[in-house]
T-cell receptor, first 116, second 109 residues
Framework: ETGVTQTPRHLVMGMTNKKSLKCEQH?????MYWYKQSAKKPLELMFV???????ENNSVPSRFSPECPNSSHLFLHLHTLQPEDSALYLC???????????????FGPGTRLTVL | GQNIDQPTEMTATEGAIVQINCTYQ??????LFWYQQHAGEAPTFLSY??LDGLEEKGRFSSFLSRSKGYSYLLLKELQMKDSASYLC??????????WGAGTKLIIKP
């Protein structure tokens, strides 16, 4: 039990569908992250929410839309995805302390997404 | 650009020792992390180095040389359960993590 949960664990969707991924952390952290993990590629940071401020990777397409209603919950809204978006989507959390020191990240088990 | 290099795959024998190398070129340096990821599971934190030298934690040790942009993860007394991917990540000057593609370690009996 890592303290970070994600639902669903597996998702198959068509290119015209709209779906959402959910992440919840029970660690009392104040920063949450979305990553994309494709086979044999580095983890790609998509979005960071820290102290209610959002930092994003400018290369992430607008068909991915994050939402962070509070420090414990994070969503990734998906619409009109492409087959190349098929990947493992990982959520993580960490504690952000003064002096911009992000501590180690704790990951959820991920959502395996397949876009048909 | 920023870059983290690790071997794609390594094979070792149960009971042996293996060293997984990581070299990095990043804009600034604020620490290096090693994570373990079993197939189909979440990455889990193994070690953190911010100063040069060796950090030992049980069967696992991690070494850092900042002047060489180099780290390694040393696994001793290998067990079958150590079969996993090992991810190297460097925290840059903006305190963002830059990740390597991971090294898949296969342990054979």
């Amino acid at each position: 039990e890592t303290g970070v949960t994600q639902t669903p664990r597996h998702l198959v969707m068509g290119m015209t569908n709209k779906k959402s991924l959910k992440c919840e952390q029970h660690l009392g952290h104040n920063a949450m992250y979305w990553y994309k993990q494709s086979a044999k590629k580095p983890l790609e940071l998509m979005f960071v929410y820290s102290l209610e401020e959002r930092v994003e990777n400018n290369s992430v397409p607008s068909r991915f839309s994050p939402e962070c209603p509070n420090s414990s919950h994070l969503f990734l809204h998906l619409h009109t995805l492409q087959p190349e978006d098929s990947a493992l989507y990982l959520c993580a959390s960490s504690q952000f302390t003064s002096g911009r020191a992000y501590n180690e990240q704790f990951f959820g088990p991920g959502t395996r997404l397949t876009v048909l | 650009g920023q870059n983290i290099d690790q071997p794609t795959e390594m094979t070792a024998t149960e009971g042996a020792i293996v060293q997984i190398n990581c070299t990095y070129q990043t804009s600034g340096f604020n620490g290096l992390f090693w994570y373990q990821q079993h197939a189909g599971e979440a990455p889990t934190f193994l070690s953190y180095n911010v100063l040069d030298g060796l950090e030992e934690k049980g069967r696992f040790s991690s070494f850092l040389s900042r002047s060489k942009g180099y780290s390694y993860l040393l696994l001793k007394e290998l067990q079958m359960k150590d079969s996993a991917s090992y991810l190297c990540a460097v925290r840059d000057s903006n305190y963002q993590l830059i990740w390597g593609a991971g090294t898949k370690l296969i342990i054979k009996p």
